[in-house]
């Protein structure tokens, strides 16, 4: 079963999370990158809560053809999805892979996991893939970057 970990990260929690899950499974990292990148926190939120998409680099989806698991890494903006992962979920081919998906967010209760992380199951249930797992994960301050050993304290019963 060939792996691909397909993460967006505006300030390095969700890298973090891609390079750890990396090392425990062996999948193979892709980055979303917008053409023009989210540098303003305020523009960032807005831009969740109204749902947008953004044009992204590259060829993104190509990293995915060929595995049969995927794992989708994303930061939560605003108590919402973000425009780049909403982006690059629009246009997958997502047809018979099992898809991991996990939200890295500020905020400590996760309080908005009831809304989110049912939002990305519906699109990836819509483009053809089977949800195989649902992990909200809590990252750092807005604009801050996640300890290390938190993150994969988080993560230690993740498969």
Request: no cysteine.
């Amino acid at each position: 079963m060939t792996t691909a970990i397909v993460y967006y990260s505006r300030n390095g929690s969700s890298r973090m999370v891609a390079e750890l899950i990396s090392e425990q499974t062996g999948g193979l990292i892709t980055e979303l990158v917008p053409v023009h990148p989210f540098t303003s926190f305020l523009y960032a939120g807005f831009s969740s809560v109204a749902q947008r998409r953004v044009k992204l680099t590259g060829i993104p989806h190509e990293a995915i053809k060929t595995a049969s698991r995927l794992i989708l890494i994303s930061p939560v903006w605003a108590g919402r999805k973000n425009p780049v992962m909403n982006s690059f979920l629009a246009d997958a081919v997502l047809t018979g892979k099992s898809v991991d998906l996990i939200t890295v967010q500020a905020d400590p209760h996760r309080s908005s996991l009831e809304r989110v992380l049912p939002a990305f199951r519906d699109m990836v249930s819509e483009r053809g893939g089977t949800v195989r797992s649902l992990t909200a994960l809590h990252g750092a301050s807005v604009g801050k970057t996640a300890l290390r050993e938190d993150l994969a304290g988080q993560l230690a019963s993740f498969q």
